[in-house]
Nanobody
Framework: QTQLVESGGGLVQAGGSLRLSCVAS????????MGWFRQDEGKEREFVAA????????FYGTSVKGRFAISRDNDKNTVYLQMDNLKPEDTAVYYC???????????????WGQGTQVTVSS
C-alpha cells in the first residue's frame, strides 16, 4: 500500500528553523516528483515546494522562496523540507505529496501524507 508519512512538525519561535521529513514507500517515491503543500485553518491550500524525481530541479512558492529548501534522499525514500527564518504566517499543516510538476502547479497529487502541524509563535 502506498504511503507518505510526514514528521518533524512542532512549535517554534519566529526566526527559528524546522526540518520536515516525508518517508515514502519505494514504489511511490521512485516514480514521482515530490513536494509539499500547506494549509492553515480557514485558508486555501498553498503550494510550498517541489522537486523532480531526479532531484535536479526545484520549485518554490513565492512566500517561502529564499527561506525554505527541499531535498530528497533516494536511498532512504525520503524528501525533506528545511524551513529557516520561520514567520508566524508559516503556521499551517504541511502535507507531503507525490505528483508531477504539472500536478503541483494546479494543486493535484496522486498521493498525500496525513500532514504535520507547524506552529510559529511571534
Amino acid at each position: 500500500q502506498t504511503q507518505l508519512v510526514e514528521s518533524g512538525g512542532g512549535l517554534v519561535q519566529a526566526g527559528g528553523s524546522l526540518r520536515l521529513s516525508c518517508v515514502a514507500s519505494e514504489r511511490t517515491f521512485r516514480r514521482y516528483d515530490m513536494g509539499w503543500f500547506r494549509q492553515d485553518e480557514g485558508k486555501e491550500r498553498e503550494f510550498v515546494a517541489a522537486l523532480t524525481w531526479a532531484g535536479n530541479r526545484t520549485f518554490y512558492g513565492t512566500s517561502v522562496k529564499g527561506r525554505f529548501a527541499i531535498s530528497r534522499d533516494n536511498d532512504k525514500n525520503t524528501v525533506y523540507l528545511q524551513m529557516d527564518n520561520l514567520k508566524p504566517e508559516d503556521t499551517a499543516v504541511y502535507y507531503c505529496a507525490a505528483s508531477t510538476m504539472s500536478g503541483f502547479r494546479v494543486g493535484v497529487a496522486d498521493y498525500w501524507g496525513q500532514g504535520t502541524q507547524v506552529t510559529v509563535s511571534s
